[in-house]
């Protein structure tokens, strides 16, 4: 509804007595009636007059005569949009632009929640933290808004499906509070505005220490700004400028229940050693692939880096076992860039090889590349993942094939760029408890690392190369060694051989593509890995030759051979697991390495 049609013509004649009297207006100049302005508050700049029969209004200090004439309507010295069309003249005609007009918690979808009905107004109680009745919010059919003039308002607050007991929420206004109560079931406590919502979380952290209150926030500057300030756990709605009202009117308040269910309490600074909890990792593919971790593959271009993530994705869609490895099952989403021609042949291939049928599998594929880095990108992208999950199931795994499309114009370089990527795989983590693998290229000048910002591989729990490698027959393999394992053993290098498939397609053209078969060859040492290995057994030997701790060697070696301690530390794994050297953990859980007998 456009600015023309909510505030139409109000007549001299007809209005202006009454907002002189309500504001209590002196003519100071001639035709024009100052005083105190409705919005503002301001007490002299503010003033009335006619023009061409007609009230016009004008303040010096806030110059917003929308604001004013919202004012106006609440406090009932101008009619509301309801009022005007009840009681328009029958002798206009032309009805298309009529609105019909309900109270504001109806269009909301809400029940009243102890608010009362005047007229066609709502009045909500407002208490303050001894409970006692302070104030009242005014809310018209429009959404206009306004407090008791002169009444408490700081700290101030209004509790729906009260009293406060356990788990409580949050929220900025009534009828996100109303809406988050009536579709968890829970208590909300409406703390007026996002800028008292902090205020309110301190005062009821304090008095109310039994209850846990968490953060019903809405999704803009101002609402996500004022969750954080409270330090409290919050959930704002994944789309833009929404709250939960709006969520529950799009999607159902069964979608608001799950989504405030998704929220991560925050951990204690620090926990009492005996009040520390361990477990055993849980596999996504066992051995290999953690759940919810973020797992990076990399190599080389045409290295064989989506044949195997697409093997490990088909594996957990299907649960076929991972060439030995048992897997979860689960619903795989797979966002690339590249068409569907050349991706479903790979799958083809795949499905010959394995002898499993792919129809109606759990595996998704996009149409296009996501920018992780474009919130606009990310929110539809989580639209979609969560409409789909409704009917397949909520991800198990979500592909990112490549990172550097995921990226868009970003500067994979830049941390900060890449912190706004690995934030957004984060939420989807949080989101569904799910692993997210980025698929990813090595280095310009140094090919045993992801490249970009080092940041990547900080944030990754799991990290694995791709090479490929040739035999003497020149058949085709790849070599996949796993380069940081987070919270589990580093796996062995894995070899696989390419296997060509001849296929038909829709069009009964002969084509082909590739599956890989897990074989027990190893790829030869390099040259230069060889002499890297001298290299460690060196420093080795002049560290004592018995027994040294691994990280000691690993920074030994980058000091005095130059690259850094971390490529030391991959050749040490790949010695470890080939010869001279055996890790143990020493008593005071210290990885040392040993010769081998």
Known sequence: MDDKSKYPHIFWNGYAQAIINKYNLKQTVKGEHHGPCPA??????????????????????????????????????????????????????????????????????IDLHGAVLDGMNLVVPIIDISGKRVNTQTITPEGGKKFKHGAPVDTCFGIVNGPLNGECYLAEGWATACSVAQCTGRPAVFCLNSGNLPKVAAVLQEKRPECTFIVAADNDDAGVKAAKETNLPYKAPKQAKWDWNDVMLNHGPAMVAKELKKIRKPKPLFVQLDQLEFKAPEWLIEGLLEKNTFAVCFGSPAAGKTFLVLDMALSIATGKTFHDHNVSKGTVFYIAGEGHNGFARRAAAWQKETQISLQKVPFFKSSRSVVMTDDTQVAELRDVIEEMSQQHGEPSLIVIDTLARALGAADENSAKEMGTFIRSVDELRDDYDCTVLAVHHTGHSNKDRARGSSSLIGAADCEFMVDKWFDGDENTKIEVKWTKMKDALMPEPLNFLHVPHQLTGVDLTPTSSIALKKISDKKPLQNDEKDRQKMVLDAFNQMGGEQVIRSALSEQCAAKYGKSARTWNDVIQEMTQEIFLQQKVSKNNVLTLRRKD
């Open 40 to 109: 503002c508050g301001g007490t002299d700049r503010f003033w009335i007059k006619e023009y061409k029969g007609e009230v016009r209004v004008h303040c010096r200090q806030c110059n917003d005569w929308k604001a004013i004439y919202d004012e106006m309507i609440v406090d009932g010295v101008l009619p509301t949009l309801y009022e005007r069309q009840k009681y328009a003249s029958v002798a206009v005609n032309d009805t298309s632009d009529f609105v019909a007009i309900e109270p504001y918690h109806v269009k909301k979808g």
